[in-house]
């Protein structure tokens, strides 16, 4: 994957389809967007975060030359990071720190 980027959370039960925009200067090519709901009820412990994934195949179009990141998947997490290793129980969180790489803000 080469470029990341962080779709609104919701919490919409019944939500069929998300609306985001692709970066104008996002480089031709093509992607995996990768689409993840982390459940982090068992994230007091390593491994105890729950993924689950879905993913779609993108082909962008055009001339635009930015450079994004690369990202290698598996190995974008260790288990370790904040928001994956977190006990949502106590103390009470305060703030939540989203796992995985920076954005690309192109």
Same mark, same amino acid.
């Given at each position: 994957?080469?470029?990341?980027?962080?779709?609104?959370?919701?919490?919409?039960?019944?939500?069929?389809?998300?609306?985001?925009?692709?970066?104008?200067? !996002?480089?031709?090519?093509?992607? #995996? +967007?990768?689409?993840?709901?982390?459940?982090?009820?068992?994230?007091? *412990?390593?491994? $105890?975060?729950?993924?689950?994934?879905?993913?779609?195949?993108?082909?962008?179009?055009?001339?635009?030359?930015?450079?994004?990141?690369?990202?290698?998947?598996?190995?974008?997490? !260790?288990?370790?990071?904040?928001? #994956? +290793?977190?006990?949502?129980?106590?103390?009470?969180?305060?703030?939540? *720190?989203?796992? $995985?790489?920076?954005?690309?803000?192109?």
């Amino acid at each position: 994957m080469e470029m990341w980027q962080r779709i609104p959370n919701t919490q919409k039960l019944d939500q069929q389809t998300f609306t985001f925009k692709i970066l104008s200067n !996002t480089p031709a090519g093509n992607y #995996l +967007l990768r689409i993840e709901h982390i459940a982090v009820h068992g994230a007091s *412990t390593v491994g $105890g975060a729950q993924f689950y994934i879905s993913c779609a195949q993108l082909t962008i179009t055009g001339s635009d030359s930015g450079s994004p990141a690369k990202v290698s998947i598996p190995g974008v997490y !260790t288990g370790t990071e904040p928001g #994956l +290793l977190i006990n949502i129980y106590w103390p009470p969180v305060t703030n939540y *720190t989203l796992p $995985g790489p920076a954005v690309w803000t192109g």
